[in-house]
Every structure is written in C-alpha cells, then in structure tokens.
C-alpha cells in the first residue's frame, strides 16, 4: 500500500521547474510518476521550439505527464514571454463582441499549443471583472457582463479544445469582484449566494456546458459558500462545482505558493487540505526545487496514514487526471489580419484626438501582476520625461490600469493643466477624472500595439 500512495501523491503533482532543461533530479520524479509539469517564464522565454524540445524530452521519460501553461492570449502569454502574444486577449475580444474571432483565438492558441507538446492550457479566464479597481484581473477578462462573459468564454473554449488541448476554466468560483491579489493576500468575494449565481457562477456554468475539460480554483473566501476556508481548500466550494454545476473533470488549484493558499500552513499542508477538499491537481507556482514536490508526497502520504485524506479521494484524483480528454485535434490557419482588425475594433477613442506631430511619447511603468509578469507591453518609448514637454507640446502618456496608481493619476493632473494630454491605456479602463484624450486599448498584445501605433500615425506622431 505505501508504494501504492507514494506514486499516488507524486501523480496528483503539477509542479515546475527553472530554465529550458531537463535535469537528472527531475527526470528520476517524472519517472517515478509526477503527473504533470507547468511551464512558466523561465521555461518558455528562448520561444516556442524550446519549449518543443523540452516538452520531447519530458514525455520520452513519461508519456502520459500533463504538460501545462497559462496561455490566454494579450496580456498573458507563456510562449511569448520575450515579444508578447500574436492574438487579442479577452478583454479586446469581449470589445470586438465577435464570437468567430474569440473561438478562431482560442483555436490559435491551441494550435501552438499543440504544436509545441503542451495538452493542458490553463485559461481562459471565466471572471466577471465587476470590480474596476481589481488588480489581478482586468483586462484578462471577458468583460462585466456575466452572460456575456459565457458567450466568450464558451467561444474560447471551444477554439481551444478543437486542436486537442484541454481548457481549464480559471478561477472558480470567481474572482471578478474582489480588490486584492491573491498572489500576495486572500481576498474575500462578499456577495450574497443570489448575487453568486447570478453573476460570478454563470460563465462557469456555460464552460462546464460547453465541455472544458478542467476548472482551476481561486484562493479567496467566498462566505455565501464558506465563511472560512478560501475556495482552493474548501470542500463546500469545491463540493458546489461537482453537485450544483455538475462538473466532473479535472479541478485545477490554483499556484499553492500563492499566499492567498499557504501563507499561514505552508504548500504541503495546503495541498492536502486542497485534495481532500475535492482537487484533483495540484499546481505548485513556479521556478521550484524538487525538494518542494517531495515535501508534498511526504505531507500527502502523511494524511493518508492518519486518516486526514483517504486513499480513495487519492485515486479519484489520479483517476480524474489520467482520463482527461487530449488530442489530436484539428488546427486551423492562422489569421494575424483578423487578429489585427479586431484589434482596431477594439480600440476606442473618448474625445478628439488632437494633431500629433510634434507629440511626445512617455511610458509610466508600474509593477505587473504577477500573472502577467515581466512581458513587453505598449510602444516602444525613448528615455524623455513628461516634464521635457514644451508649453503646448501634446504628451502622449501610456500607462496600465492608469486608475489604480495615485501618483500616475497625480503626473496626468499636472501634465494636463500644463500641456495637451493623450492617455493610451493598455489596462483596465477605470475612471479617470482629468481632462484629456484616451485611447483604449482593452489590453496588450502585437496586434493591438500596431493598431494604436497606425491610430497615432494618422495624427502625424512619428517615433
């Protein structure tokens, strides 16, 4: 029974590794039966025949290992980390409102997914981002429409799963509504249990519908559910998504690194406390040593041995895993011109754009979420500030959820009483109260940065 449970808690493991390599030590774990792998920036970054390479020599230790990555397209992109993504993000699709481009984005999506040996994509995102001030959602969002919300995602979905990729539905039983990240807290969505389902419940309703294949949990405390426990390790949110929604795929936890999980039990008591609960499996976050996974089978065996996780919630969880649904599937062309024309659709200018031809172009940067990370975003800007603008010299400010950074409202407010001033938001648009011109662009991604590039080119801005 003990070697039984051993592999059982190593299978139930999606953990993560640095760099683009294979090493010895984590080749001997995917031997021994981890059942997946996530890659992340660091595994991704030399680009996608890297990422090819490396996802051939994992499955030539173990076949059938769940290979993963957070590919949602704009603002969020694995295989892209270096350039940013070729295809619109959800939030400029949920602009557009064309479901044919949002399933041809998902489908693009799993296509290179495909092509590049990763069978699990955790997106899209299902959250209704009801909230303007929400720091981790945004523009990774369909929109503030819960059934809008589900007509996209439901889209998305099925691009994506037609190339033989699974979707995994993030993040249960929703996140929209919440003014903390859960990477660095744990928020709490306090809503009425009508509220719930009227809203947060329906997108993932329509996927469960549609067929994804799995849904990733959220950490964040849901008191219409439980008043205690953040989704990822409580039985009663995780019991709604199998009883009330009727799901029976594969439940994803969300990065138990996050401090919304662990902070105050550390990962592997997280991830017992997520298994039992009703997780099938386990995503560790990134850049991690193999010390961590064996931590997680000792706590995971541990439980079973005490009574605290029974052998047969562990086997239903390897089970659930093993049966997911995968390729092949088929792939259809790409399209960069479609992709491009809808980014266009997406862009929308409140006010008159004034000439551009002498304007100057400055960047106000501000620390990504740690979803997103370090990725390129916005045009390319030389090192001049706001104040080398000349009196009248229209300044073109871009800047990322610009609502949200006090000092960033604080530089606009000054600049405008100063100077004409045009905002190229590359974020969630939020409320803005000064008097200047925005452009918005419902996120970033290549396509959107030529659309504005050509936008401020017909005023006359040159680089």
């Known amino acids: 029974m003990s070697a039984y449970v051993e592999r059982l808690a190593l299978a139930v493991q999606l953990p993560a590794f640095p760099g683009p390599d294979l090493t010895p030590g984590w080749a001997r774990l995917l031997e021994e039966g981890v059942g997946g792998i996530c890659l992340f920036g660091s595994n991704t970054a030399e680009g996608p025949q890297r990422v090819a390479d490396l996802t051939s020599a994992m499955r030539a230790v173990a076949p059938d290992l769940v290979v993963a990555t957070d590919e949602e397209g704009g603002d969020v992109t694995r295989l892209h980390y270096a350039h940013g993504s070729p295809v619109l993000g959800a939030a400029a699709l949920g602009a557009v409102d064309d479901l044919a481009l949002t399933r041809a984005t998902g489908a693009a999506v799993g296509a290179e997914l495909a092509a590049c040996g990763v069978d699990l994509d955790l997106a899209p995102v299902g959250d209704v981002n009801s909230n303007p001030d929400?720091?981790?959602?945004?523009?990774?969002s369909f929109g503030t429409e819960p059934h809008d919300v589900a007509r996209h995602l439901t889209a998305w979905v099925e691009g994506l799963q037609s190339t033989g990729v699974a979707a995994c539905v993030k993040h249960f039983p929703g996140h929209g509504d919440t003014a903390a990240d859960s990477h660095l807290a744990l928020?709490?969505?306090?809503?009425?249990?009508?509220?719930?389902?009227?809203?947060?419940?329906?997108?993932?309703?329509?996927?469960?519908?549609?067929?994804?294949?799995?849904?990733m949990t959220s950490h964040i405390v849901v008191p219409a559910l439980d008043d205690r426990l953040p989704a990822t390790l409580s039985p009663a949110v995780l019991?709604?998504?199998?009883?009330?929604?009727?799901?029976?795929?594969?439940?994803?936890?969300?990065?138990?690194?996050?401090?919304?999980?662990?902070?105050e039990r550390g990962i592997p008591e997280a991830a017992v406390l997520s298994l039992a609960a009703g997780a099938d499996l386990l995503c560790l976050g990134p850049d991690k040593d193999e010390s961590?996974?064996?931590?997680?089978?000792g706590a995971v065996v541990d439980a079973v041995r005490r009574g605290r996780l029974s052998v047969e919630r562990l086997a239903d969880a390897a089970a659930r895993i093993a049966a997911r649904p995968r390729g092949p599937g088929a792939a259809e062309p790409f399209d960069p011109d479609a992709q491009l024309a809808g980014a266009r659709a997406a862009l929308f200018v409140e006010g008159d754009l004034p000439d551009l031809t002498d304007a100057l172009l400055v960047t106000v940067d501000t620390e990504p979420n740690i979803a997103v990370g370090v990725v390129p975003w916005g045009l390319p800007a030389g090192p001049a500030s706001p104040s080398a603008a000349d009196p009248g010299r229209t300044v073109v400010v871009q800047a990322r959820d610009a609502h949200r950074h006090p000092a960033t409202l604080a530089l606009l407010a000054d600049l405008a009483m100063r100077v004409p001033v045009v905002l190229v938001e590359w974020g969630w648009p939020g409320p803005v109260d000064v008097p200047l011109v925005r452009v918005v662009t419902h996120g970033s991604s290549r396509p959107a940065r030529r659309a504005v590039e050509e936008l401020l080119q017909a005023r006359g801005w040159r680089r």
């Not at 929400?134 to 990774?140: E, L, W």
């Open 134 to 140: 929400n720091p981790v959602i945004g523009t990774r």
């Open 292 to 297: 961590l996974v064996r931590a997680v089978q």
């Open 187 to 215: 928020p709490l969505l306090d809503v009425p249990a009508e509220t719930l389902a009227a809203r947060e419940l329906v997108p993932f309703e329509a996927a469960i519908g549609a067929g994804a294949a799995a849904v």
């Open 239 to 263: 019991g709604h998504l199998r009883a009330a929604l009727g799901f029976q795929g594969v439940i994803v936890s969300d990065a138990l690194d996050m401090a919304g999980a662990s902070a």
